[in-house]
């Protein structure tokens, strides 16, 4: 069984993580890290420190009504995306640990039409 980096657990949800594979299990916000651990397989799981965390990218749709994934940059590890019931209280409970300059919200479909179309070089 895995040792979670947590001492105190602030918010722990239902998710889904896109990994390859999508995985299903909990997401567990707490004092020390993000963990995501599968709802079967104890083998796999995600930890991420919070010093380690370089940028939440969240995709807002509907002028934020609607935030159908989210996503969390690590300086070393790469990029994890998950999506949950209530996105809002997952960002929330992050931003208590992570910087506001740090959490973004991805571009929509025209803004990167836009680049794409428009950008000098």
């Not at 949800?13 to 707490?30: D, L, P, Q, S």
Request: charge should be positive; include cysteine; aromatic fraction near 14%.
């Amino acid at each position: 069984m895995v040792q979670s980096l947590n001492t105190k657990i602030d918010l722990t949800i239902k998710a889904t993580c896109f990994t390859g594979f999508t995985e299903y299990g909990n997401i567990i916000v707490g004092d020390k890290a993000f963990e995501f651990y599968h709802q079967h397989d104890p083998r796999k799981y995600i930890q991420i420190p919070w010093d380690e965390v370089d940028y939440v990218v969240a995709s807002v749709l509907f002028g934020g009504k609607w935030i159908p994934r989210y996503s969390v940059e690590t300086k070393k590890n790469g990029t994890f995306t998950f999506a949950s019931k209530e996105p809002k209280k997952v960002l929330r409970a992050i931003r208590g640990y992570v910087d506001g300059q740090k959490m973004v919200r991805s571009l929509g479909f025209f803004d990167v039409l836009k680049r794409a179309l428009f950008h000098k070089k």
